[in-house]
């Protein structure tokens, strides 16, 4: 989805059922520390506004974006969360790198998702300049970390709902 015209902040909030249990992990990359910080900010404002407990938040911080998807099962490993969010930013080179990087990291949160059937939400910025991450982390385009603490909190309250819903998905 472009954001061209679009505030990545502006959200309809969903009333997850208590919130104040759920346990949610944000995994930030050391790497464009002034962006992901700024993201992290967003997102772990957001979380708390909604209701998750401060000590119900856990933090952990990795050297790159290419490490966010080992950072984000390590820390699930340790605190067995009901959402993991991975916070970078990668900003378009000379080279291709962003690509590879962009590429490893989405696939490499996807697999955990799969693999551990609970989301593991990428927030990550992909972006051409630095202007475009800082429009993206707090500017005119609001913040992204935002966006991936309102995923995350739909995404852990889908879950919760089956894990106790008496209805059957599938084939019976």
């Not at 772990?44 to 966010?68: A, C, H, R, W």
């Not at 970078?88 to 291709?96: P, Q, S």
């Not at 609001?142 to 059957?168: F, H, P, V, Y």
Request: hydrophobic share 35%; charged share 30%; proline share 2%.
């Amino acid at each position: 989805m472009s954001t061209k015209d679009q505030n990545l902040s502006e959200y309809q909030a969903k009333a997850v059922a208590k919130p104040e249990e759920l346990k949610i992990g944000m995994v930030i990359s050391e790497w464009n520390d002034e962006i992901t910080s700024s993201l992290k900010k967003g997102c772990k404002d957001t979380l708390v506004q909604e209701g998750i407990k401060e000590e119900n938040i856990f933090e952990m911080y990795v050297p790159g974006s290419f490490e966010l998807p080992s950072g984000c099962r390590i820390l699930d490993d340790r605190h067995n969360l009901d959402a993991v969010i991975a916070l970078g930013c990668v900003i378009k080179g000379d080279t291709k790198h962003d690509e590879y990087i962009n590429q490893a990291v989405a696939n490499g949160l996807m697999q955990l998702g799969i693999m551990r059937a609970k989301p593991f939400i990428f927030g990550l910025l992909t972006t051409n300049d630095k202007e475009q991450a800082l429009d993206r982390a707090g500017g005119k385009h609001g913040n992204k970390g935002i966006e991936a603490a309102i995923t995350a909190l739909k995404m852990a309250d889908i879950k919760r709902n089956l894990k106790t819903s008496s209805k059957r998905i599938g084939f019976s």
